[in-house]
């Protein structure tokens, strides 16, 4: 990262903005007795997540319970179903009439996946330019909103008022469950929220699934269609 900032993109890259890096500590360095807070998301409140997926959350945070420094605490998702329905509506902002345009002239069939985003997704419209106005304002109130619930987990203030000892990062399922079989990855919302938060993320690997350990709930009773579909492909793995 250093070298590709020291390259000053910004001069060529005018969407950038010309922040040279910074080597000074990180406001996250446990050195000077700060705790590194980590707010934990079990589940986003619309899809559950797999046996296996949750498992993995739970050893992970055990180990980093034993980790000097790191505190961890439950993150309540704020109204993520409704973030889908803001992102599933910028998806396809003509109504993905472009696109459709190009499958047609390509002469080929749509494959599963985009036609259940485009074609089975409840959000997409052509939008006016006063319906992306309007979609872009809500955007922005639920942004700040979720600062607000983000602000909220402070333990208090410093000499200016500002909130001190906030949650540091979110950790959190990158998706609903392991690889689903071919054209069943049908709910993104667990990477999907961040991307219209424009939070930075990344992924990284902690274990894989034990059918004998990872058993699904014969008595799970799904909360909506996108958990219900989920829930489906959860027992076609662990049987």
């Not at 739970?58 to 179903?81: C, S």
Request: aromatic share 12%.
């Amino acid at each position: 990262m250093k070298t590709a900032i020291d390259a000053k993109p910004w001069l060529r890259e005018t969407s950038l903005f010309p922040f040279p890096w910074r080597d000074q500590e990180s406001y996250l360095d446990t050195g000077s007795g700060k705790r590194l807070k980590v707010g934990v998301m079990w589940d986003d409140g619309v899809v559950r997540p797999h046996p296996p997926v949750t498992r993995a959350l739970k050893e992970l945070v055990q180990k980093l319970r034993e980790v000097p420094g790191i505190e961890i605490v439950d993150w309540k998702p704020y109204r993520h179903d409704y973030a889908w329905e803001r992102i599933a509506s910028l998806y396809y902002c003509d109504g993905a009439h472009d696109v459709l345009d190009i499958i047609t002239d390509g002469g080929e069939p749509m494959l599963p996946l985009s036609e259940f985003i485009i074609k089975e997704n409840p959000y997409r419209r052509r939008l006016q330019i006063e319906d992306l106005w309007d979609l872009l304002k809500k955007n922005e109130e639920y942004k700040r909103a979720y600062a607000r619930q983000w602000n909220d987990t402070a333990t208090g203030v410093d000499a200016n008022g500002n909130p001190t000892g906030m949650v540091d990062v979110i950790l959190c399922p990158v998706g609903p469950g392991a690889a689903p079989s071919l054209n069943q990855a049908r709910y993104w919302g667990y990477t999907a929220q961040w991307n219209l938060l424009d939070y930075p993320a990344v992924v990284f690997p902690v274990t894989k699934v034990k059918p004998d350990v990872d058993v699904v709930e014969s008595d799970y009773i799904p909360r909506n269609e996108k958990d219900e579909f989920n829930y489906k492909l959860c027992k076609l793995y662990t049987r």
